[in-house]
């Protein structure tokens, strides 16, 4: 008669468990390492947005540009109106509107000044 001795080598139910807790640990925490990263960029963005969306104002009224203009920086457009503030003659409002790439509004600033 043939006798068969081997022990088969493999892992415990408890080892298994144990390596897959420590494998939805490692993954928990780097989802949220990404989640805070992609936060951070997009504070960054809305600040870099708003701070242009100024620019865009201020120059408007320094050089008298009440125009609507369109501008396409880098990584956002950038939609300036001008509009009469109630129909009343000589106060206008400068409206920007910053947009990212895929048309969703990242901010809006306006600011009501005197026409000359």
Do not use: P, W
Not at 21 to 44: C, K, P, Q, Y
Request: glycine content about 4%; hydrophobic content about 40%; overall charge neutral.
């Amino acid at each position: 008669m043939v006798k068969l001795n081997r022990k088969i080598k493999g892992s415990t139910l408890i080892e298994v468990i144990v390596a897959m807790v420590i494998t939805m640990t490692i993954m928990g925490i780097a989802f949220r390492v990404l989640e805070n990263l992609n936060r951070t960029s997009n504070t960054r963005l809305k600040v870099n947005a708003m701070l242009k969306a100024g620019e865009v104002i201020e120059t408007a009224v320094e050089e008298h540009e009440l125009i609507d203009q369109t501008y396409d920086e880098q990584y956002m457009l950038i939609y300036k109106t001008v509009e009469r503030y109630h129909n009343q003659e000589g106060i206008c409002v400068i409206r920007v509107e910053v947009f990212d790439r895929d048309q969703k509004k990242i901010c809006e600033k306006k600011q009501i000044v005197e026409a000359q």
